[in-house]
């Protein structure tokens, strides 16, 4: 159980950042994990290992760790993403389907096409979204609660049994998430997670940044590169 909540961890930083949608879609979109704004077709990321303390990136020193790629449909929303490893081989994928509204599952499967787990969104309320994940199976592995704080999705709650983890999310200003701590139902810190933006294109979506774990002694840092088609 431990190893599937520090699993989970490093997942949600993907998984759930927020940004302000724009008006016209509002209504019309998912909230947006991907922090991006505008009517995106498809995301290009590509994640490197990096040195953070370093002052000067070099680009023929960075080491690709895996390749995101992801596709919306017409309306903005998520619709399919493909995990690709450092040798462009497929470790993963995820499709998803939409039913009334915005609510929507998610099916998750491994390199091999294999279902491995699906999710259900349910958009409770405009401040509350519940995501629930479960095995092929139907058992149900672990629900999140997102809530809106302060006009923004800043509160995602982990409940896993009799395990709560409540992630708080700090952002520097309207748009972009600086930093991100973890703690558990004990007030211990699990997880510091900083981000550097570093390049935006015309539409305001970033499309490089550093970021680093100060609470994983492993992580000296990561480079993610973004290539976005409108």
Partial sequence: MKKLL????????????????????????????????????TLKQKIYKVNFSSNVIKEDELNLLNTLIVSFDSIGRYAKSITLNAENNRTSSKTTKYAKGKNYESFHYSKYNVLRNKSKITYVSDSLILEES?????????????????????????????????????????????????IN????????????????????NWTKRLSKNSFNKNDIGKLEVREINY
């Fill in 134 to 182: 479960f095995a092929p199976n139907n058992e149900l592995l672990f629900s999140i609660r997102v809530e809106k704080q302060n006009d923004r999705f800043s509160k995602v709650t982990l409940v896993n049994g009799d395990k709560i983890d409540t992630h708080f999310y700090y952002y520097t200003d309207d748009k972009f998430i600086d930093n991100k701590v973890a």
């Fill in 185 to 204: 139902k004990n007030k211990d810190t699990i997880s510091s997670i900083k981000y550097k933006y570093l390049a935006f294109d015309k539409n305001g």
């Fill in 6 to 41: 520090v699993t989970l961890l490093l997942i949600l930083p993907l998984s759930c950042t927020f940004v302000k949608q724009q008006d016209q879609a509002k209504d019309a979109r998912e909230w947006n994990r991907f922090e991006l704004t505008g009517i995106v077709k």
